[in-house]
């Protein structure tokens, strides 16, 4: 199991109270709402001084300013979402294997209760923020990270992998495959390749592997294609499953962003979105709650309504 220290759990915190305040908060404010700063005022002071200075190494950019820009009052911090990204360039097989690490740890801290506890705090305060304003985090880890290192290596030796898959049908299968890329995308991870029996490109989701997953065969036994790019063969597939969906203004940014087309209806914005797993795309529209409404396809929005009802039978 992957822990994480004080002081890293400390710059999670940080850095999800900055990215999820609505306005620049102050040193007094993050002292009061964020847990690990202890101490007396000096200590404080060299601890928030340090943090932000590691976060600035990671390549987090952190906005000063001030919380009435008419005053010269005290000054704030914030982070903007838009300027939150990590520029990983060119790394290896093992580099990514390394940093499937780190995300799960992040995502596990990201949504651990003393991080939410951050914007509950900051709300209590009567300071506004949003946990929907925040970038995806990190993709959800739904295998290990030996089996990760086992596709990756796979890949660099250009070596055959077997493995039991869940079909959509929820039959196991057992499925023989060259490798060719692995990708995330809508926190979902994929992996792509030919598949030896059908002899076909396929693309496969990670959580839907049953068990490990192993190499067999002979290094160099094939070829991967020359400029293949999986997010570019998993646009092509999600071409073909569009939703229509109305939005409450100022909700769900994450569905919002991957909108193709908006509609501005006042209160509400029409948005035709691509998706492509029904059944992940069900489970966002139900995490929001009222603030989604499905217009179109026919068979996701019956299918919402049969899990509300469903869920208003088994609690009354």
């Not at 004080?6 to 609505?22: C, D, H, Q």
């Not at 009052?73 to 790394?91: C, F, V």
């Not at 925040?134 to 290596?153: D, F, R």
Request: charged share 30%.
């Amino acid at each position: 199991m992957l822990t994480v220290s004080r002081k890293s759990e400390r710059l999670v915190n940080l850095t999800i109270a900055l990215l999820a305040t609505k306005r620049f908060l102050t040193k007094d404010e993050i002292f009061r709402s964020i847990e690990g700063y202890e101490g007396s005022a000096e200590s404080k002071e060299r601890m928030f001084e340090r943090d932000k200075d590691d976060l600035r190494s990671l390549g987090i950019e952190i906005d000063v300013g001030g919380l009435d820009p008419l005053f010269n009052d005290e000054a704030g911090y914030r982070i903007k979402p838009e300027s939150y990204q990590l520029n990983l360039g060119e790394i290896s097989g093992t580099d990514i294997a390394l940093l499937s690490l780190a995300a799960q740890a992040w995502n596990g801290a990201a949504l651990s209760d003393a991080a939410n506890s951050a914007l509950v705090k900051l709300n209590s305060l009567g300071i506004d923020s949003d946990i929907e304003s925040l970038p995806t985090l990190a993709p959800k880890m739904a295998w290990s990270n030996q089996e990760l290192e086992t596709v990756v290596g796979a890949i660099s030796e250009s070596r055959k992998i077997a493995f039991t898959y869940l079909s959509s049908d929820l039959l196991e299968e057992k499925r023989e495959v060259e490798p060719y890329a692995v990708a995330t995308r809508n926190g979902l991870w994929y992996l792509s390749g030919l598949d030896t029996a059908k002899k076909a490109l396929r693309t496969f989701r990670f959580d839907r592997v049953v068990g490990e997953i192993s190499c067999i065969g002979k290094a160099n036994a094939y070829q991967i294609p020359q400029g293949f790019d999986l997010l570019e063969t998993l646009e092509v597939e999600e071409q073909s499953r569009l939703a229509v969906i109305d939005i409450r203004k100022g909700k769900a940014s994450l569905l919002r962003k991957g909108a193709a087309l908006i509609e501005d209806l006042g209160e509400w914005d029409r948005c035709e979105v691509s998706y492509a797993d029904a059944k992940v795309f069900i489970d966002s529209i139900l995490w929001h709650l009222d603030d989604v409404v499905v217009i179109e396809p026919t068979v996701i929005k019956e299918e919402i309504v049969e899990i509300l009802k469903a869920l208003v039978a088994s609690h009354g």
